[in-house]
């Protein structure tokens, strides 16, 4: 592939806003709205909520910030913690987003589960259909069920997402360390979902985490995008943090896992010269675009590229 960049085109402390995380666009007319996740400190924590930016369709100006744009989570629900990240869909005329909630524990820092919010004001607003999820732990996926990608293909929804296989501590005086995979779930409603229950994305490192997959339908193929790290030292580690990966089908039975073909730089002293994460693919006029993180997991805002030759 090859890649034109267009650097960073969102820096959150510009707007008093800490940390840009999961940009996920929707295509309007004669615009293109942005949602995010933000933070913000509670009790020495960090609480993730949920905002836009809407953007020129040439992304030169920022035309509008709006902050939290769907309510905290009620006390004890699966979301009291956070939204993160929140991924809209354009469907039948309206647009609903799949909200990733985050709910803390004690052995573990967290458990997570997959929402649903439908917005009634063109996507200025969200309310949730309920405050407990539509996909949460399982039988076989007992934990950490987060990251919903959710789009209409072949006479039904797919979504794509991740789960949890195992907290792992590496060392006696360290914090448990969560390790996932990328799964996919199919559904008639968008709220009822049959999992296929198995990784359908390949690891190509030792203890792979993935994260945040995107999909689209483009030139007869589907394109999976994602991100994917070590599950150890990658917080402050460089070499085992986040990168971008990649990965191709025909008929989304079988993902031909193939990152060397993204080719997309890493810069040598840039925003995202030491992390590249929390990708979203998207088309506009015919051409893709990938919106995605850089360095300390959004704290810097997002960037956007486009694909020039695929």
């Known amino acids: 592939m090859i890649w034109r960049k267009y650097g960073r085109i969102f820096i959150p402390e510009k707007y008093g806003i800490e940390y840009a995380k999961s940009p996920q666009a929707v295509v309007f007319h004669d615009f293109v709205r942005i949602y ?38 009620a006390l004890g629900c699966f979301d009291e913690h956070g939204i993160f990240p929140f991924s809209p869909l354009q469907f039948d005329n309206k647009i609903c987003a799949y909200t990733s909630g985050w709910s803390r524990r004690v052995s573990v820092s967290v458990d997570t589960g997959i929402g649903i919010a439908v917005s009634e004001d063109g996507g200025k607003s969200f309310h ?64 009822d979902w049959r999992r296929d229950g198995m990784q359908i994305i ?10 945040l997959p995107c999909v689209i339908f483009f030139n007869n193929q589907y394109h999976m995008f994602f991100c994917y ?65 850089g360095n300390e997991f959004g704290k810097n805002g997002f960037g956007l590229a486009e694909l020039e030759k695929l």
């Open 128 to 191: 949730r259909l309920g405050d407990g999820p539509v996909m949460s732990s399982s039988l076989d996926e007992p934990f950490l069920v987060i990251d919903a990608f959710v789009r209409w293909f072949e006479d039904r929804f797919h979504m794509w997402y991740i789960y949890g296989k195992e907290w792992k501590q590496y060392k006696p005086e360290d914090e448990p360390e969560r390790i996932y995979k990328i799964g996919h779930a199919v559904s008639h409603d968008g709220i």
């Open 36 to 73: 995010f996740s933000a933070c913000r400190h509670d009790k020495n924590k960090l609480i993730s909520y949920v905002c836009l930016a809407d953007f020129t369709k040439d992304f030169s100006d920022v035309l509008n910030v709006q902050k939290q744009i769907i309510p905290d989570g």
């Open 229 to 293: 790290r070590y599950s150890y030292d990658f917080r402050n580690n460089e070499n085992n943090t986040y990168r971008l990966g990649y990965a191709c089908s025909d008929s989304l039975n079988h993902w031909n896992r193939c990152d060397e073909k993204l080719n997309f730089p890493i810069a040598e002293d840039e925003w995202d010269s030491q992390m590249q994460c929390y990708p979203n693919i998207f088309e506009m006029d015919g051409k893709l675009y990938l919106l995605y993180n």
């Open 202 to 211: 390949p690891d190509r490192i030792k203890d792979e985490s993935q994260a």
